[in-house]
């Protein structure tokens, strides 16, 4: 009784329509690792209609999207220094975020929708400079490291 009952809990669960989050970033001078000019996540990861905002914690810093480093479809973004911006998620993909003060030392984050890493070329194509695009690089890959490949079921396997 007690494993009928999870199961349907799951079974619900999972027919359930998702709520959308909204995920808080912070901008940051100085994170508890003691790494300088960061944002507080830096591989975000979210899902259709969730809302990702950028909070100046710090001053000085902003949080943006990049030309061609965006998923098709989504409606870029832009926050002014020193202010909250918020990206509104409609696509899956990646978007890569940046400071654009402190983008060449590494003050970028990643953002990956509905595990769909499918426009990463693009995203490494873009023009990201210095430590921005090493750090986004490494983004994609611990991404990809982490996302489970899908189950190879019998079915399709002969
Ligand atoms: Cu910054």
């Known amino acids: 009784m007690k494993n009928l009952m999870l199961a349907t809990?799951?079974?619900?669960?999972?027919?359930?329509?998702a709520m959308a989050d909204t995920i808080e970033v912070e901008m940051l001078?100085?994170?508890?690792?003691?790494?300088?000019?960061?944002?507080?996540?830096?591989?975000?990861?979210?899902?259709v209609?969730?809302?990702?905002?950028?909070?100046?914690?710090?001053?000085?810093?902003?949080?943006?999207?990049?030309?061609?480093?965006?998923?098709?479809?989504?409606?870029?973004?832009?926050?002014?220094?020193?202010?909250v911006?918020?990206?509104?998620?409609?696509?899956t993909g990646i978007t890569a975020v940046v400071c654009l003060p402190h983008q060449s030392i590494?003050?970028?984050?990643?953002v990956v929708v509905g595990d769909d890493?499918?426009?990463?070329y693009q995203i490494l194509?873009?023009?990201i400079p210095g430590r921005g695009m090493d750090k986004i690089e490494a983004l994609i890959e611990?991404?990809?490291?982490?996302?489970e490949q899908p189950e190879i079921t019998e079915e399709q396997n002969s």
Request: cysteine-free; hydrophobic content about 40%.
């Open 9 to 17: 809990t799951l079974l619900i669960g999972s027919l359930a329509p």
């Open 29 to 47: 001078n100085r994170n508890a690792d003691g790494e300088a000019m960061v944002f507080s996540q830096e591989l975000i990861r979210a899902e």
């Open 49 to 83: 209609g969730d809302v990702i905002r950028f909070i100046p914690t710090d001053r000085s810093h902003n949080a943006q999207s990049v030309n061609g480093a965006l998923p098709e479809g989504q409606e870029p973004f832009k926050g002014r220094v020193n202010q």
């Open 85 to 91: 911006v918020e990206y509104e998620v409609t696509e």
């Open 106 to 110: 590494g003050m970028v984050a990643l």
């Open 117 to 120: 890493l499918s426009n990463k």
């Open 125 to 127: 194509e873009a023009r």
């Open 142 to 147: 611990e991404a990809r490291a982490t996302i």
